[in-house]
């Protein structure tokens, strides 16, 4: 887990008390724009495929070529679960975290979730510039991103905050995020 930096911009004047959990398709961005987040919002931020990684001692490629994609969602699990119920932070979960039920459920009662949704075709552009997905080696890659949408968009669509991101600057998907969670907020103590 990284801690959170200073940032450009001042800290947003959203409380926050418990983890943000940001979910989506792979490439959308969670990452990249989770670190940014957590500066902005005075938070520690994690990295799910990077703690899993750290947990195992090997990188996720090599999980899943050697154990398979069972064995590394129930290390995932295990991981999420750990991050979830630890304090506060900003969590960029993996693309199929949250197909896990009990990995949901937890986040629905432990997290705010925010889920990352952009155009698949940005998305399809930027995941053929690394070869580090292993659920796309050897694939179309837009192709593979129209099926696992179809698949985890009605799970991804439990979220508490839905963000459209798209080809903008990663600060306009923070400054998307923070607005969308304030009125989130707003809309709870209504």
């Known amino acids: 887990m990284t801690p959170a930096a200073s940032d450009a911009k001042p800290a947003s004047t959203v409380t926050v008390d418990r983890t943000i959990a940001l979910i989506g398709l792979m490439g959308v961005g969670k990452s990249t724009v989770g670190r940014r987040l957590a500066r902005r919002l005075g938070l520690p931020f994690a990295d799910g495929d990077t703690e899993i990684e750290e947990a195992a001692g090997m990188t996720v490629s090599d999980i899943f070529s050697l154990y398979g994609e069972e064995e590394f969602r129930a290390g995932e699990a295990r991981v999420m679960k750990r991050l979830v119920e630890g304090p506060p932070m900003v969590l960029a979960t993996g693309g199929g975290a949250v197909m896990n039920p009990e990995t949901r459920a937890l986040l629905k009662d432990k997290a705010l979730t925010v889920w990352m949704r952009a155009d698949l075709q940005v998305v399809a552009e930027r ?4 070869d ?10 837009l192709e593979t991103l129209k099926r696992m949408a179809e698949v985890r968009y009605p799970i991804y669509a439990f979220a508490d905050v839905t963000v459209d991101v798209g080809t903008g600057a990663h600060s306009q998907s923070v400054d998307t995020i923070i607005e969308a969670i304030a009125a989130h907020h707003q809309g709870q103590a209504s």
């Open 132 to 141: 580090t997905r292993p659920l796309l080696r050897g694939r179309d890659p």
């Open 127 to 130: 995941v053929r510039r690394r």
